[in-house]
């Protein structure tokens, strides 16, 4: 059922579907193989199904250091997986579940975030990414000895264009339309990234609040990261992280950082992602010493304006790493929640080199010497 393929079959699947995330693309998983120096690699494959439907899964393979063996990831960093296909072909229920099952024995250690925005079902019986979190909730964890984190995102539908939204923001003295006003008035402006130099200053916000996060995040990306979201076209290097070319121009826009200026200084930025239909806030910055501005605010309605008169569907804030305020400032735009739990097996040989590496890491840390 399942065989792999090469990354020329995930770029012509990635085009031919209608309906996917950037975190399902064949860029995402290469920059993270030329970010980590050949770590994480892209190993797709294709799955037949009885009933003649043929998909591609995206999946990125990570070596752990010492021969320890591997864990796959539906995409890096945790983010959105999922299958692609050509256009009309749509899996069932049953379909999709056996699928994901048939995956997690392929694969002995995966990681899998389900991307709510996959069509399941027709259209009689469509089928939400609650009901398919259920499902697995009732049958797969018992039977594949798989973990099951509940997670949601919170996301705009512009099926009926910016102006709706915005009408939908203007109600009350606090509304957010006020606080758009309230930006606008004070000057706050918000532009594309153009220079290193503007780059220099995304990354200096960064650093900045790194020191203020408690408990400091999972991951922190060096500046080669963010020279790699700028770098020119999806190549496909394998294993070098040099210095990237930058061009803010080039032909690839699904990969942008945005920033918000006030008196020509830049006070918060955000990089957005671009899939089908699709668009992500991937990772954000601000400066709390001009959040009475609100140019956070301002920044991302700029960007959820951008994203309508695109023609995409959706605009996703992405999940919120359980932060409830964080959450909660989403949902003050009006942003709808979907679910989208991750799945996560380790095999015994992984668990075992997985703490035995954070217990190193730890003892390093009270004595290098």
């Not at 070098?240 to 200026?261: C, G, H, Y």
């Not at 991302?300 to 790493?321: E, Q, V, Y």
Request: aromatic share 10%; proline share 5%; charged share 20%.
């Amino acid at each position: 059922m399942l065989k792999p393929v090469g990354i020329k079959e995930w770029h012509d699947y990635y085009r031919m579907t209608e309906t996917a995330s950037y975190f399902q693309s064949p860029g995402w998983s290469e920059l993270w193989n030329r970010y980590t120096n050949g770590q994480f690699r892209g190993e797709p494959l294709l799955a037949e199904l009885p009933s003649g439907k043929t998909v591609l899964i995206p999946l990125t393979r990570q070596s752990l250091r010492g021969r320890a063996g591997s864990i796959w990831h539906a995409a890096p960093a945790g983010t959105y997986g999922g299958w692609l296909a050509e256009p009309g072909v749509v899996l069932t229920v049953e379909e999709a579940m056996m699928l994901i099952k048939e995956l997690f024995t392929y694969c002995g250690s995966l990681t899998y975030r389900l991307f709510p925005m996959t069509p399941v079902g027709d259209e009689n019986r469509p089928v939400s990414s609650l009901d398919i979190r259920n499902l697995l909730k009732n049958s797969f964890d018992s039977l594949h000895q798989t973990a099951i984190i509940d997670d949601h995102t919170r996301f705009i539908d512009c099926a009926n264009g910016y102006d709706a939204i915005l009408r939908s923001w203007a109600a009350g003295k606090g509304s957010m339309k006020a606080k758009l006003n309230k930006a606008e008035r004070a000057g706050v402006h918000i532009r594309r990234l153009a220079t290193e130099q503007d780059l220099e200053l995304y990354y200096d916000l960064y650093q900045s609040a790194l020191q203020r996060w408690t408990p400091p995040p999972a991951h922190i990306y060096s500046r080669i990261y963010f020279e790699l979201i700028m770098a020119t076209g999806n190549q496909s290097a394998h294993g070098t992280s040099k210095r990237e070319d930058f061009n803010p121009d080039r032909v690839d826009s699904s990969r942008q950082i945005w920033l918000a200026e006030y008196d020509k200084k830049i006070i918060a930025g955000a990089i957005i992602l671009t899939g089908k239909q699709h668009m992500t806030y991937w990772h954000g910055v601000s400066d709390p010493a001009y959040q009475s501005l609100r140019p956070v605010n301002l920044l991302i309605a700029t960007l959820i304006k951008h994203c309508c008169s695109s023609g995409l569907r959706w605009f996703d804030f992405n999940p919120s790493m359980g932060i409830t305020g964080v959450d909660r400032f989403k949902q003050s735009f009006g942003a709808l929640q979907a679910h989208c739990p991750v799945l996560e097996k380790r095999t015994i040989g992984v668990r075992i080199s997985t703490f035995a590496g954070k217990l190193l890491s730890r003892l390093y840390k009270k004595d290098p010497g």
